[in-house]
């Protein structure tokens, strides 16, 4: 079992849907968590992290942890076809002395 | 403005060949990695570097080594190319610390197609 799972998708939606995106993880020790957007070609990009449990928001996303159900997931409001990309969650330990753990990576696409 | 620069963007190369592939970061950062992606497929850790002189394989090392004699620098090196390296490899750095500080930067990749 990988510490973090993620559906590979693809997921295909309409231009202004709300898209939710989801990893679990087994490992308890996890601190931090990370949602990185890769567009076709390019190297992943830092989207968004949080610490422990709770949402933070920028714009129209916004990340959410729940420690207890070891869930993330990111919302995407107001989807628009510039969001197509793969989004992939990771998770790291709060000494960041080990490498980060990717999940698979969701493959989302945003139809005009 | 990317901070990370991967050469070259694409490499096409015969079977057996030495290759070497340059990564280098104008952030300072003390740690550095290397991942393979095949297309549409999950990241795989291959080497990381904490610091000069500091290195570490992943999940995926066989057949290749890294150096790190510059924090800047971290090349990564296929000592005899073959089909199954087909792939795209990208290389990340982070800062030491805490917080959005574990967050890498990527650069662009390298994709390399062995003949």
């Known amino acids: 079992q990988k510490e973090v799972e993620q559906d590979p998708g693809p997921l295909s939606v309409p231009e202004g849907a709300i898209v939710s995106l989801n990893c679990t993880y087994s490992n308890s020790a996890f601190q931090y968590f990370m949602w990185y957007r890769q567009y076709s070609r390019k190297g992943p990009e830092l989207l968004m992290y949080?610490?422990?449990?709770g949402n933070k928001e920028d714009g129209r996303f916004t990340a959410q942890v729940d420690k207890s159900s070891k869930y993330i997931s990111l919302f995407i409001r107001d989807s628009q076809p510039s969001d197509t990309a793969t989004y992939l969650c990771a998770a790291v330990f709060i000494s960041g002395n080990t490498p980060l753990v990717f999940g698979k990576g969701t493959r989302l696409s945003v139809i005009a | 403005e990317a901070d990370i620069y991967q050469t070259p963007r694409y490499l096409v190369i015969g079977t057996g060949k030495k290759i070497t592939l340059e990564c280098s970061q104008t952030m300072g950062h003390d740690k550095m990695y290397w991942y393979q992606q095949d297309p549409g497929m999950e990241l795989h850790l291959i080497h990381y570097s904490y610091g000069v002189n500091s290195t570490e394989k992943g999940d995926l090392s066989s057949e290749s080594t890294v150096s790190r004699i510059r924090t800047e620098h971290f090349p990564l090196t296929l000592e005899s190319a073959r089909p199954s390296h087909t792939s795209q490899y990208l290389c990340?750095?982070?800062?030491?610390?805490?917080?959005?500080?574990?967050?890498?930067?990527f650069g662009s990749g390298t994709r390399l197609t062995v003949v």
């Open positions: 949080t610490y422990s449990s």
């Open positions: 990340a750095s982070s800062e030491p610390g805490t917080g959005a500080n574990y967050g890498y930067t």
